[in-house]
Nanobody, 127 residues
């Protein structure tokens, strides 16, 4: 059974930094595309950063470019999302997702294209 477990969320002041982790211990992660999504009440889940299998390409939503960094350690079966210069609008539940496949990174920032999901971790940017 595939399990993705996010951690690292919390309450951070605007302008602060945070690093989210996603443990994918049951996967041979090198062969999986991964994505980070966020969701706020009443809105659709938004893909903020995604990587295709093997990490050969990474996509960032315009709203996070220059502030978010996705990295992956396939040997440790862990995906990270470094968040810098946090804004109040970054607040939401952040989900990690994965799927096997060989499409482009931006393809995997469509939530319909990933089959495995974690439970999410709350990020709140507030003073």
């Amino acid at each position: 059974q595939v399990q993705l477990v996010e951690s690292g969320g919390g309450l951070v002041q605007p302008g602060g930094t945070l690093r989210l982790s996603c443990s994918a211990s049951s996967l041979n992660l090198h062969h999986y595309a991964v994505g980070w999504f966020r969701q706020v009440p009443g809105k659709e889940r938004e893909g903020v950063s995604c990587s295709n299998s093997g990490g050969y390409g990474t996509y960032y939503a315009d709203s996070v470019k220059g502030r978010f960094t996705l990295s992956r350690d396939d040997a440790k079966k862990t995906v990270y999302l470094q968040i810098a210069s946090l804004k109040p609008e970054d607040t939401g539940v952040y989900y990690c997702a994965a799927d096997a496949g060989r499409f482009s990174a931006d393809y995997y920032c469509n939530s319909r294209n990933l089959g495995y999901w974690g439970q999410g971790t709350q990020v709140t940017a507030s003073s």
